[in-house]
């Protein structure tokens, strides 16, 4: 029996939707997949009109159909946006210059410009380097710091007022729950808001906030649009990893969970007697911080002394005056080197 689109009634159902189950066809999902995210920015004010905003783009499925989506929406609803392209350039061979290639057509195919930063120009270091000294295990603390930093010169640098990244309903829901299990109240706090970083550095949106990843992977695939799917070259945080396999798991049975836990975490009231990190700036470089130097000042400089694990090291060593102990200032952990009392605290955020 031929199954009818239970949105327009006339067409053939061409799929199951992730989110709700319908059975509709192709261009009712187009339609109900991006008006979504259309009601998003609108209910959210995540734009105004003449806003110069950087698409943070890796040519991943998530910035790709952010970028298709936003340039169709800007014209299709007027929005007025000065869209351009930015892309961090991490440096992994076989990797991220693959998928810069695909970024570079992406430039064409939705006639936006495109700068690339990488980090060898900003750190004059590259993540194939970096993996060199670290190894694997916690090469993805130094990726995730200096790629969020990395990304904010990027747009400071094109004038940009905004920043929007691919973030998805699925990234959200694993962060809150990598929030709770870490007992991390600060970021816990923020890491449900579609905005973030007004309070000094570039703000940041997520206009795919409330969207499934599954429902961007079909949108994608619908759409042909071009995308890099490989992952990257060096190994997954094990701990993100498995909070995924969760989410993942839970979906399976019971799709609504990954909104339930988002709006879980929207929910939750921060003690008010909480210690809370205090913004400020970092001394060394100038960019925003809540310690006396920011986490990529941290960690390059453990890189520049070689002596890589310092600022990631979080357990109790002895003796020498380098030696790097655990504190706890009632919010984040903090590892501080004894000898000149530098924090750092690793990355659940955004
Ligand atoms: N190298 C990069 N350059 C620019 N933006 C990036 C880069 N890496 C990540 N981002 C931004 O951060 C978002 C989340 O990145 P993450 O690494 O979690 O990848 P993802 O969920 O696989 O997303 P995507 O499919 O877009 O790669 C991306 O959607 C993109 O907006």
Not at 198 to 205: D, F, K
Not at 321 to 343: F, I, Y
């Amino acid at each position: 029996m031929v199954r009818h689109c239970e949105l327009c009634n006339g067409k053939r159902a061409a799929l199951v939707r992730p989110k709700n189950q319908q059975q509709i066809c192709k261009d009712c999902f187009y339609t109900a997949f991006e008006e979504e995210i259309h009601q998003t920015i609108v209910d959210n004010k995540l734009f105004k009109r003449g806003d110069r905003v950087a698409v943070a783009a890796s040519g991943g499925k998530d910035s790709t159909v952010l970028a298709h989506v936003l340039t169709l929406l800007n014209k299709r609803h007027d929005y007025g946006l000065d869209l351009f392209l930015l892309s961090i350039d991490e440096g992994i061979a076989g990797y991220r210059d693959d998928s810069l290639e695909t970024v570079k057509r992406n430039e064409t195919q939705y006639g936006i410009p495109l700068e690339v930063v990488s980090y060898k120009t900003l750190y004059n270091w590259t993540m194939d380097e970096i993996v060199k000294e670290i190894g694997l295990k916690n090469n993805c603390t130094f990726c995730g710091v200096f790629r969020r930093q990395a990304l904010d010169r990027g747009a400071h640098k094109m004038k940009a007022v905004k920043m929007a990244t691919g973030h998805n309903a699925d990234d959200v829901a694993e962060t809150v729950l990598l929030n709770i299990l870490r007992g991390d109240i600060a970021r816990l706090a923020r890491c449900t808001s579609i905005i973030t970083g007004e309070e000094g550095a570039l703000p940041r949106c997520k206009p795919f906030k409330y969207t499934y990843e599954k429902e961007i992977v079909m949108y994608a695939y619908f759409k042909k649009l071009d995308y890099f799917s490989t992952e990257c070259t060096y190994s997954p945080n094990a701990y993100r990893g498995f909070a995924r396999e969760f989410i993942k798991d839970l979906e399976a049975i019971r799709p609504q969970a990954i909104l339930d836990i988002i709006r879980s975490g929207e929910r939750f009231r921060i003690d008010s007697t909480a210690k809370m990190p205090e913004q400020g700036l970092c001394e060394k470089c100038g960019y925003i911080s809540s310690q006396k130097w920011c986490k990529a000042c941290v960690l390059l400089d453990g890189l520049n002394r070689g002596l890589p694990r310092l600022g990631i090291t979080r357990t109790r060593g002895k003796g020498s005056a380098n030696v790097v102990e655990t504190v706890s200032n009632g919010v984040e952990k903090l590892a501080v080197s004894r000898d000149d009392r530098r924090p750092s605290v690793s990355a659940i955020d955004f």
